[in-house]
């Protein structure tokens, strides 16, 4: 199963302002460490080498950084800037053909902290026959986020982003894997954001997966100050 993954890490990051004035947000560090860097990490030791990223905000430093990357060997990261944002899946749609050699995406949003075995979800989404699986984690404030609702063999069955009234507390944690038909779907609806426009119309054709690690989208200064204090138990010293 030959696999790619498509890092979206193109989003400005007003919330972490003052420090996303200068610092991409992608690049934003926690103990130390760029986040884009803990999911390269992520990808090297799932064996998942090819690697399309989009850029915007501070692109130049973006770049730079993934040249340091591509000298190491591990990964092949390709950049793909975009001057006016597309959307999560306006990414997708733009880099249709990006994935025509691949059997299955990855598909991961930057701006999250985890600790997540890529391959454990690697293997879990090919042993089932749905063409989507969805990582979800749960929220400790469900309206703000995207909520979804399982059946007893974990396939979803009902998705809403930020609910007034959510039906459960899994919510979406940005890290998908699809099959290539369905990569290829989503480029042809020529939509501009996954969670509002395209997870909807795969509900009944998407697993969940809830595993157990550590996972925490560092969207607010809070966020990344909580992190800071996390980072020491969930990952070890080598990984700094």
């Known amino acids: 199963m030959f696999a790619k993954a498509l890092i979206l890490a193109g989003g400005i990051g007003s919330r972490l302002r003052p420090i996303t004035d200068s610092i991409p947000k992608c690049l934003v560090p926690v103990a130390g460490k760029p986040m884009l860097d803990y999911w390269f990490d992520a990808l090297a030791k ?81 042993s089932h026959d749905e063409p989507f699986t969805m990582m979800l984690f749960h929220a400790p404030n469900p309206s703000a986020c995207g909520i979804a609702e399982t059946d007893e063999s974990m396939r979803i069955v009902g998705f809403d982003e930020k609910p007034k009234a959510p039906k459960s507390d899994l ?9 290539a038909d369905a990569y290829r779907e989503i480029a ?14 795969f509900v009944g054709r998407m697993r969940a997966w809830v595993p157990n690690c550590y996972h925490r989208d560092i969207g607010t200064l ?4 909580q992190a800071e204090l996390d980072a020491p138990h969930y990952f070890s010293a080598t990984q700094f």
């Open 46 to 126: 799932a064996e998942v080498r090819d690697v399309l990223i989009n850029t915007h905000h501070l692109a130049p430093i973006v770049r730079e950084h993934l040249a340091t990357i591509n000298s190491q060997g591990q990964l092949r990261v390709q950049e793909f800037y975009e001057p006016n944002l597309l959307g999560s899946a306006g990414t997708v749609h733009a880099n249709r053909d990006w994935a025509s050699d691949a059997d299955v995406i990855l598909i991961i949003y930057a701006d999250n902290l985890s600790t997540v075995n890529l391959g454990d979800m690697l293997r879990l989404h090919g």
């Open 171 to 179: 919510a979406n944690s940005g890290l998908y894997v699809l099959d």
């Open 188 to 201: 042809d609806m020529n939509a501009f954001d996954l969670g509002m426009e395209v997870i909807p119309r």
């Open 222 to 225: 809070e966020s990344l100050q």
